[in-house]
T-cell receptor
Framework: KAGVTQTPRYLIKTRGQQVTLSCSPI?????VSWYQQTPGQGLQFLFE???????NKGNFPGRFSGRQFSNSRSEMNVSTLELGDSALYLC????????????FGPGTRLLVL | AQKITQTQPGMFVQEKEAVTLDCTYD???????LFWYKQPSSGEMIFLIY??????QNATEGRYSLNFQKARKSANLVISASQLGDSAMYFC????????????FGKGTKLSVKP
């Protein structure tokens, strides 16, 4: 079974731009969660989607948004990029929201200049 | 207060020896799950082992075992017979009951295996 895939793997943007990251979960998994990883803050939860609905959201500004499609693929969008948004963005999928192991993708490394 | 505490920023272990990575957690929820992930320099988080709060026995997965001491709220990862490929960051994480998708991570321990 194929694992979680994320595209693109690397991205360079400038301040003020917006970016869209994509995540395809493991086949059959309906829950997709997004995390931001930075050296200073560590791993922080962004949001979780299940059956196209956002079920949970972390403490991030409204510039961070996401969505999930009927095939469970998910996208996250960051508008008006700031230097502090430079991070590794990890996506994880699991069978359900409340239980089950989360399996992570390789991540997207975003650099904001 | 931190919900997941990993007190060892870095650890060294000799190849073929066993090593224990510490993790303590804080929750008032009776239902929770504890996870360990490995993150090599490539960045991908690799799932290693899971322990549920109601599990009676300590979890084991190959060379990985979890020393679960519920009363002390600790969930230490034991890696037996360390290999050079075990060099990586190791993260302990918790999901509280009913929490949708939200894994709470510790700050990690960098393990270096010496030949």
């Amino acid at each position: 079974k194929a694992g979680v895939t994320q595209t693109p793997r690397y991205l360079i943007k400038t301040r003020g731009q917006q970016v869209t990251l994509s995540c395809s979960p493991i086949s059959g998994h309906r829950s997709v969660s997004w995390y931001q990883q930075t050296p200073g803050q560590g791993l922080q939860f962004l949001f979780e989607y299940f059956s196209e609905t956002q079920r949970n959201k972390g403490n991030f500004p409204g510039r961070f948004s996401g969505r999930q499609f009927s095939n469970s693929r998910s996208e996250m969008n960051v508008s008006t990029l700031e230097l502090g948004d430079s991070a590794l963005y990890l996506c994880a999928s699991s069978l359900t929201s409340e239980s089950g192991t989360q399996y992570f993708g390789p991540g997207t490394r975003l650099l904001v200049l | 207060a931190q919900k997941i505490t990993q007190t060892q920023p870095g650890m060294f272990v000799q190849e073929k020896e066993a090593v224990t990575l510490d993790c303590t957690y804080d929750t008032s929820d009776p239902s929770y799950g504890l996870f360990w992930y490995k993150q090599p320099s490539s960045g991908e988080m690799i799932f290693l082992i899971y322990q549920g709060s109601y599990d009676q026995q300590n979890a084991t997965e190959g060379r990985y075992s979890l020393n679960f001491q519920k009363a002390r709220k600790s969930a230490n990862l034991v890696i037996s017979a360390s290999q050079l490929g075990d060099s990586a960051m190791y993260f302990c994480a918790m999901r509280e009951g009913g929490s949708q998708g939200n894994l709470i991570f510790g700050k990690g321990t960098k393990l270096s295996v010496k030949p």
